[in-house]
């Protein structure tokens, strides 16, 4: 019998930025990490004739987009961090970098040139919320630890 394991919990994001520090996000706080490729790597053109042309994109810039709880660390350092930058020069906007890393899959995915997109949506209502903040990278490579 064959089987596989996951576990969130076997999931680390560090988020650094060298003006501000890191944050290492091991679940406290944290709901969930994703990301997402904006560049198509590849591109068909087809000639009048069907002849297929295939391009090759390099282009592998992207978003992460974590989900914390609105009461979370995770999220007042978020904050502080978009704070910061908001006042820091421009050339400090894209110096964060994230790392995730899943050991049990053997994921290692490294983001650079990251910024932010935008404030989260901040809910207000009987019950805590979780907060999404999507930051765009220019970079992000994904490979096996």
Same mark, same amino acid.
């Given at each position: 019998?064959?089987?596989?394991?996951y576990?969130?919990?076997d999931?680390a994001a560090v988020?650094?930025?060298?003006?501000?520090?890191?944050?290492?996000?091991?679940?406290?706080?944290?709901?969930?990490?994703?990301?997402?490729?904006?560049?198509?790597r590849?591109?068909?053109?087809?000639?009048?004739?069907g002849?297929v042309?295939?391009?090759?994109?390099?282009?592998? =810039?992207g978003?992460?987009?974590i989900?914390a709880?609105?009461?979370?660390?995770?999220?007042?350092?978020l904050?502080? +961090?978009? =704070?910061? +930058?908001?006042q820091? %020069?421009?050339?400090?906007?894209v110096?964060?970098?994230?790392?995730?890393?899943?050991? +049990?899959?053997?994921?290692?995915?490294?983001?650079t040139?990251?910024?932010?997109q935008k404030? %989260?949506?901040?809910p207000?209502?009987?019950?805590?919320?979780?907060?999404?903040?999507? +930051?765009?990278?220019?970079?992000?490579d994904?490979?096996?630890?």
């Amino acid at each position: 019998m064959s089987y596989t394991t996951y576990s969130f919990a076997d999931v680390a994001a560090v988020i650094a930025h060298p003006a501000v520090g890191q944050f290492v996000a091991t679940g406290a706080g944290l709901g969930s990490i994703s990301t997402t490729m904006a560049t198509d790597r590849s591109a068909h053109d087809v000639a009048a004739d069907g002849t297929v042309m295939v391009s090759k994109i390099k282009g592998r =810039n992207g978003s992460i987009t974590i989900s914390a709880q609105q009461t979370s660390d995770l999220n007042k350092w978020l904050l502080k +961090l978009y =704070n910061y +930058l908001e006042q820091a %020069p421009t050339s400090e906007w894209v110096r964060t970098t994230i790392t995730i890393r899943a050991s +049990l899959m053997q994921d290692l995915i490294r983001a650079t040139g990251v910024s932010f997109q935008k404030l %989260p949506d901040k809910p207000y209502q009987a019950q805590g919320q979780q907060v999404s903040w999507v +930051l765009m990278a220019a970079d992000i490579d994904q490979t096996v630890a």
